[in-house]
Structures are given as C-alpha cells and as structure tokens.
C-alpha cells in the first residue's frame, strides 16, 4: 500500500482528497500547514508527496526545496490555484516533480499520482551507480561525472534515463516515455521528450553531436547502449 502525504490547509479539498485516496486503497497522512508537511516527511516516509502551493507557516515551494535538500527523492506534484506559468516554472525548479491546477479532476489527479508511483518502483531494480561510458551516474542523488565535470539532472531526464537503461539495447517508443513518465499518453509533446535527450546527451556524452550510448532510432524512439 502505498502512502502519501496532503499538505493542503483547505479543510474541504484535503477531506475530499483523503477520501478519494483511501478509496482507491492508499495510505493517507494529511499535513494543514508547511511545517507540519516537513515533520510528517520526516517521520513518516511517504511514498510522494502532493503539496499545496499556498500553505501557512511555510510554503509550498519552501517544503519542496527543504525536501529535495534533505536527500529525498520521492515524487512530489504540486497542487496550484495559480495557472501563470512562472509558478509552474517555480515550483520544477524547487524539485516538484508534476503540477496540477485548482480546479483539477480527480480521476486526472490519481492517474498522474500512479503514474509517479510506477516509475518510481520502476527504478528500484537499477543499481544505485551506473558506470555510462566515461560518465558515472548516481541514480538516487541525481549526479552525473564526467572527468572533472559534474552535473545535475533533471527529474524527467533521470527517468528517461532509467527507463533507457532498463530495456538497454531495445528501442523505447516516444510515447511510451510520455505515457509512463509524464502519466498521460500523448501529453506533453513528443517534442518534449527529444529537447530532454539533447540535454541528457549534453550531460553524458563526451561529443553529443556524435552520441555513442543515448541513440535515436528514426520514426520510433531513442534506445541505450551501455
């Protein structure tokens, strides 16, 4: 059963988004303000967090930032009144992993909740390092080293990553990337999922223009090749 921390100060929707979830068979554990979010991260280990942007004490944004510095890498989807997309932008920055806004279906909400606890326990079966050519990768911290070079990636380009790595050799469709990462099949772009190869490849590859182990295979997707 997997368990999730609300962090919503509205009584109405974090009752509503309670009951909702235990229906659907999860463990909830319900957080009214930032603080009391933090706390319950801490001492209760969820399996994701869904995190109100506007929360008393300390905000959204904050707790996401506390989270992600605390070493955590459980998915975190953000809940938003606010549709501008610089508090989209904000709170992927902040290490959200997802955002969907007030007003939101929750049969939406739901699928995209699965949706990050599939790829989540997709990944567990990966070694922690991964040795990629002249890269090595950590797959929990999210660091990349290449000679004396060290980046961070992404939440989506770790994914893709996993999941490339996961069928090595064998050519992961596009759109079974957007299904299984973003959660809902055709959304976003498939264009998306290529402007996150560039910058995997960037990251990687010693010459990203000539890649050797993150491949395109033309009219179908991208595989790995260890």
């Known amino acids: 059963m997997a368990r999730i921390l609300i962090a919503e100060d509205e009584a109405d929707i974090a009752a509503g988004l309670r009951d909702n979830f235990e229906f659907e068979g999860f463990e909830v554990i319900v957080a009214a303000d930032g603080q009391a979010a933090l706390q319950a991260a801490a001492a209760k280990s969820p399996d994701l967090i869904l995190l109100d942007l506007m929360l008393p004490k300390v905000d959204g944004l904050e707790v996401c930032r506390r989270v992600r510095e605390a070493g955590y890498r459980i998915p975190i989807l953000m809940l938003t009144a606010k549709s501008q997309e610089i508090d989209v932008v904000r709170g992927l920055e902040a290490g959200a992993d997802d955002y969907i806004t007030k007003p939101f279906s929750i049969r939406e909400l ?117």
């Open 110 to 226: 739901i699928a995209r909740v699965r949706a990050a606890l599939r790829r989540t326990a997709a990944g567990k079966g990966l070694s922690r390092v991964l040795r990629i050519g002249e890269a090595t990768v950590d797959l929990v911290k999210g660091k990349v080293e290449r000679g004396k070079e060290v980046f961070t990636l992404g939440h989506f380009e770790l994914e893709i990553l996993k999941m490339l790595v996961e069928s090595a050799e064998a050519p992961v469709e596009r759109n079974r990337l957007l299904d299984v990462i973003w959660g809902l099949e055709g959304f976003p772009a498939t264009r998306t999922v290529d402007n996150h190869i560039v910058s995997l490849r960037r990251k990687l590859e010693p010459d990203p223009k000539h890649p050797r182990h993150i491949i395109t295979v033309h009219s179908i997707g991208y595989k790995f090749v260890p």
